[in-house]
């Protein structure tokens, strides 16, 4: 059993930034971030192991940041330069064995 909780969506004009925060009940071996657009397949926005190796989509490759704390089974996704396209919801999924276990999401809204 692992619960996930994000936190930290909210409303951003375009070349703004948010950090995004997902918090995991025990450690994981992988922590990602994911993001769905209405009308949209849901996407791998970035990952990060237990180990700190990363991948980012190409999409968001030099603007986002995927960091980790492993003491407090925390990741957060630091995201600049964020352009109206990346308006989703955001869901943070830890990898457990061969399972995922995901957060409720949290809405990004990237607008003027």
């Known amino acids: 059993q692992l619960q996930v909780v994000e936190s930290g969506g909210g409303l951003v004009q375009p070349g703004g930034s948010l950090r995004l925060s997902c918090a995991a009940s025990?450690?994981?071996?992988?922590m990602s971030w994911y993001r769905q657009a209405p009308g949209k397949q849901r996407e791998l926005v970035a990952r990060?192991?237990?180990?700190?190796?990363?991948e980012y989509a190409d999409s968001v490759k030099g603007r986002f940041t995927i960091s980790n704390d492993n003491a407090k089974n925390t990741v957060y996704l630091q995201m600049n330069s964020l352009k109206a396209e990346d308006s989703a919801v955001y869901y943070c999924?830890?990898?457990?064995?061969?399972?995922?276990?995901w957060g409720q999401g949290t809405q990004v809204t990237v607008s003027s």
């Open positions: 999924a830890a990898r457990l064995l061969f399972k995922l276990y």
């Open positions: 025990r450690t994981s071996s992988a």
């Open positions: 990060i192991t237990s180990e700190g190796v990363t």
